[in-house]
């Protein structure tokens, strides 16, 4: 790794450590940094409400933005090197379709049948998770049997978008015989929440994500080959049937893990990548694995703070805030590199 | 090379190549034999769709034939592992590469892949071996640069000392001369025989560039649209009419005498010419192209060149009367307007 490359990512760690204290400081009631310093070094502070509120609520929450953006730019990362296509993201085989057609059968049809919104428990509940879940990883079982018998990357994203709609158009059908309060009930999990996870949930997400990561880097080598294109990389050794395979489980897990804990975040997962080569002039993956994880808990922690609306009681829809406030970035740096179609293309 | 290896690199033993679509199958090249020698550049002709592609990707264990045997360094194709093949064939292709963001040398370190640890790590002989690929071809210099700001020609070299990183004792390339200029077409051919010359390498390379292939390769494969494939020397291919075979078309002429091929007009009148061998060539050339043909017997039009005070004269006696003029295009006026 160059100097540069090791200067970058201090300086994005150093900006991550700061945004995770303005995180947790921020909120409805604010709480000073050196008291959020000594709670997380393990002592207690007098004011016992505070101390509850960072260990309980706060922190958990910046873990799960440090995570959910981390894991998002990586599997979007993948996705677009998979495909070689900018549009790719970490949703375009059909995982978050899946996992609302998962949620949207729990609260829907389970609304149908007689439960109450109580029992299906909105707002980090295991049902929902366990029904998201359901749903991401059939359409995973149903992506990978297909990756396994076409030849070309393309077909497979082709089959993606198509399992999006097909599953997308269940949903419609299901909102359409159900009632007013369960639609709702549904919406309001699509407008995604890093706030639902207490730290029983955290003991399975923070290993699945951060096992899934590992496994990612585990692939930068054939990941870089994967850049000249299929036939060169097969000429290079690279076996492309199982490192598709992984590129596949490895994002799906990533994905599908995040949506079925927080609903289904947008923006992220495509932005991050493009966002990290265009700042860095970055193609290579060993570099940009690093940058991309960073980039994406640095934008998470700070959308989420955007989502505070610091001093108020309410909180925005998080998924609003990735792309209100993502997007026009996005817009900005692309008019003003000018090179961004060449990380695409030569 | 070392001792025991043999002398041949690759031999095609009754290849047939193709497609399968379940028991179906569609033979493009079929009951081929040849080979190549380490240290031959070995160019492959044909029209576009006649297979060289296809042929290529089967020898680059790519693709399965459809019968036959492709050997190796004498063993199977098929019977590599991926990373023993990639560390004897490397691949020079017309793909576009995905990421414009990449430096010639991460390109070129790329080739350093079926080495490398499992995190891609490159030790000393590695690094070594980069630059002697980028000395090669003459890149060093622009080694920093991002390949969506290479010039074609500078573009090819990288692809190229991608290919010679990898090391192996093959090389296959697929057009590598296309989109370049004529200086850049002369100078990647010329590096490539060079290559096969200085290191041993086997090289093959499919062309349209059939008037340098004739200049650089040792041997010429000849696809041929009734399926198959003749080998031999440019010049035996030449003598024996096999090129004439190859683009059996009336609008293409080959020009045995030069090695090229030539516009087949369709010749309305006929002239005699005399001159000196530069303004003969030259004046001809006009000739045919206005669809007069040259020929040696005397005829009613004759054109003689000699060379005046202020560069060559040109006396066109049609008929009995005599015109001057002092430039060819003087003369495509005068012989049109007859």
């Given at each position: 790794?160059?100097?540069?490359?090791?200067?970058?990512?201090?300086?994005?760690?150093?900006?991550?450590?700061?945004?995770?204290?303005?995180?947790?400081?921020?909120?409805?009631?604010?709480?000073?940094?050196?008291?959020?310093?000594?709670?997380?070094?393990?002592?207690?502070?007098?004011?016992?409400?505070?101390?509850?509120?960072?260990?309980?609520?706060?922190?958990?929450?910046?873990?799960?933005?440090?995570?959910?953006?981390?894991?998002?730019?990586?599997?979007?990362?993948?996705?677009?090197?998979?495909?070689?296509?900018?549009?790719?993201?970490?949703?375009?085989?059909?995982?978050?379709?899946?996992?609302?057609?998962?949620?949207?059968?729990?609260?829907?049809?389970?609304?149908?049948?007689?439960?109450?919104?109580?029992?299906?428990?909105?707002?980090?509940?295991?049902?929902?998770?366990?029904?998201?879940?359901?749903?991401?990883?059939?359409?995973?079982?149903?992506?990978?049997?297909?990756?396994?018998?076409?030849?070309?990357?393309?077909?497979?994203?082709?089959?993606?978008?198509?399992?999006?709609?097909?599953?997308?158009?269940?949903?419609?059908?299901?909102?359409?015989?159900?009632?007013?309060?369960?639609?709702?009930?549904?919406?309001?999990?699509?407008?995604?929440?890093?706030?639902?996870?207490?730290?029983?949930?955290?003991?399975?997400?923070?290993?699945?994500?951060?096992?899934?990561?590992?496994?990612?880097?585990?692939?930068?080598?054939?990941?870089?080959?994967?850049?000249?294109?299929?036939?060169?990389?097969?000429?290079?050794?690279?076996?492309?049937?199982?490192?598709?395979?992984?590129?596949?489980?490895?994002?799906?897990?990533?994905?599908?893990?995040?949506?079925?804990?927080?609903?289904?975040?947008?923006?992220i997962g495509i932005a991050i990548p493009h966002l990290t080569r265009l700042i860095f002039n970055a193609a290579n993956h060993k570099t940009l694995f690093p940058m991309v994880i960073l980039n994406g808990a640095i934008l998470m922690l700070a959308c989420d703070i955007i989502a505070q609306v610091p001093g108020q009681e309410y909180t925005l829809p998080i998924n609003a805030v990735t792309s209100v406030f993502g997007a026009p970035i996005v817009i900005w740096l692309v008019i003003r590199r000018k090179n961004f179609s060449k990380s695409f293309a030569n | 090379m070392s001792s025991q290896k043999s002398d041949i690199a690759i031999h095609l033993d009754q290849l047939s190549v193709g497609y399968q679509k379940g028991n179906s199958k569609l033979e493009i090249l079929g009951g081929l034999n040849a080979s190549i020698k380490h240290g031959e550049l070995v160019c492959l002709i044909g029209e576009n769709g006649v297979g060289k592609s296809t042929l290529l990707r089967s020898i680059a264990g790519v693709q399965k034939p459809l019968s036959g045997q492709v050997f190796v360094d004498n063993k199977p194709v098929n019977d590599y592992t991926a990373p023993d093949l990639a560390r004897t064939i490397s691949l020079v292709l017309t793909d576009r590469i995905f990421a414009g963001n990449l430096t010639v040398k991460e390109i070129v370190a790329l080739g350093r892949h079926p080495y490398t640890n499992w995190l891609g790590k490159l030790e000393q002989k590695d690094v070594d071996k980069i630059d002697w690929a980028l000395d090669i071809t003459d890149i060093h210099k622009i080694s920093d640069r991002i390949i969506s700001e290479l010039s074609d020609g500078q573009f090819q070299k990288t692809l190229i000392a991608r290919a010679l990183a990898q090391d192996g004792d093959i090389i296959i390339l697929d057009e590598p001369t296309a989109h370049l200029d004529l200086s850049n077409k002369i100078i990647i051919l010329k590096l490539l025989k060079d290559l096969s010359n200085e290191t041993g390498k086997a090289i093959l390379i499919a062309t349209h560039e059939i008037e340098f292939s004739f200049q650089v390769a040792d041997?010429?494969?000849?696809?041929?649209?009734?399926?198959?494939?003749?080998?031999?020397?440019?010049?035996?291919?030449?003598?024996?009419?096999?090129?004439?075979?190859?683009?059996?078309?009336?609008?293409?002429?080959?020009?045995?005498?030069?090695?090229?091929?030539?516009?087949?007009?369709?010749?309305?009148?006929?002239?005699?010419?005399?001159?000196?061998?530069?303004?003969?060539?030259?004046?001809?050339?006009?000739?045919?192209?206005?669809?007069?043909?040259?020929?040696?017997?005397?005829?009613?039009?004759?054109?003689?060149?000699?060379?005046?005070?202020?560069?060559?004269e040109w006396d066109l006696t049609h008929q009995g009367n005599v015109t001057i003029v002092y430039s060819i295009e003087e003369l495509v006026n005068v012989i049109n307007n007859n």
């Open positions: 790794m160059s100097n540069k490359t090791t200067g970058i990512i201090g300086v994005l760690l150093f900006v991550l450590v700061i945004l995770a204290i303005l995180n947790i400081s921020i909120g409805s009631v604010y709480i000073p940094v050196e008291d959020i310093l000594a709670v997380v070094s393990g002592k207690n502070i007098d004011n016992s409400g505070w101390q509850n509120i960072i260990i309980h609520f706060r922190l958990p929450k910046a873990i799960t933005a440090i995570l959910v953006g981390s894991g998002l730019g990586i599997s979007g990362l993948l996705m677009q090197t998979l495909f070689r296509n900018p549009l790719a993201g970490p949703f375009v085989l059909g995982i978050s379709s899946g996992a609302s057609l998962g949620v949207a059968v729990a609260i829907l049809a389970g609304m149908t049948m007689g439960w109450g919104l109580t029992q299906i428990g909105i707002g980090g509940s295991w049902i929902l998770t366990i029904s998201a879940s359901l749903g991401a990883f059939a359409v995973l079982f149903v992506v990978v049997m297909v990756s396994m018998r076409v030849q070309d990357s393309m077909s497979l994203l082709i089959v993606g978008l198509m399992f999006g709609s097909a599953t997308g158009a269940i949903v419609t059908v299901l909102q359409f015989f159900s009632k007013a309060e369960s639609i709702q009930a549904y919406l309001v999990w699509t407008f995604g929440s890093l706030g639902g996870l207490t730290w029983m949930e955290l003991k399975v997400f923070i290993p699945v994500i951060i096992i899934a990561l590992g496994g990612s880097f585990l692939l930068s080598k054939s990941l870089n080959a994967l850049l000249l294109g299929d036939n060169y990389a097969r000429s290079m050794g690279v076996n492309i049937k199982k490192t598709r395979f992984i590129i596949i489980f490895v994002t799906s897990l990533l994905a599908g893990t995040i949506t079925a804990f927080c609903g289904p975040i947008a923006f | 041997k010429i494969w000849i696809a041929l649209k009734d399926k198959n494939l003749k080998e031999g020397t440019p010049e035996d291919l030449v003598l024996d009419g096999s090129l004439n075979q190859m683009i059996n078309h009336n609008a293409i002429n080959f020009d045995s005498d030069h090695g090229r091929f030539m516009v087949n007009y369709s010749y309305i009148k006929s002239c005699n010419l005399k001159g000196d061998k530069l303004a003969y060539y030259w004046t001809s050339n006009a000739l045919r192209r206005n669809g007069w043909e040259v020929i040696n017997e005397i005829s009613e039009t004759t054109i003689t060149i000699r060379k005046g005070k202020s560069g060559y």
